[in-house]
C-alpha cells in the first residue's frame, strides 16, 4: 500500500465538487411478504419536516435539512453533512396500495411500509354455444 501525501490544492478541489453535488439520502428497497418496505437515512431531519408520495407505483420523498446557524461558517475545518431540500422518486418493484402505506421514523430512518396489491386471480371462463 503507498500513501499519499496530504496536499492542501487536492482537499480544496475535493471540498469544491462536494459543494456542487445535491444532497441525496440514501434508500433501500427490499420486499416482505405483504409488503415492499422502503427506508431511507434521514439523520438531522425532523419527520414533519419530510413529505412523502405515491403516485402510480411511484414513490416520491422530498424534505429539507436544515443548516445550523450555531456554529460560524469560519469555525469549520472541514463540512461534509449536506444541508437543504432533496428529492427522491423510485418506481416500486410491485403495485401498491397506497391509501394503506404506513410510515415510521426513528433515530434519523424513515421506514415506509407499502402494502402489495393482491395479484389477479385467475378465473375460468365457460363458452356458451349457441347451436341453432
Known sequence: MSLIPWSPFLDT???L???VQNFV???DVYEEKDNVVVEATLAGIKPEDVE???HDDVLSI???RETSSEIDEKNYYRKEVRSGS???SIVLPASVQADKAEADFENGLLKIFL???AKA????????LNNK
Open 13 to 15: 478541489f475535493e471540498s
Open 17 to 19: 465538487e462536494k459543494g
Open 25 to 27: 439520502p440514501a434508500i
Open 52 to 54: 412523502i408520495n405515491v
Open 62 to 64: 422530498e424534505g429539507k
Open 86 to 88: 432533496f428529492h427522491r
Open 115 to 117: 402494502p402489495k396489491e
Open 121 to 128: 386471480r385467475v378465473k375460468n371462463i365457460k363458452i356458451n
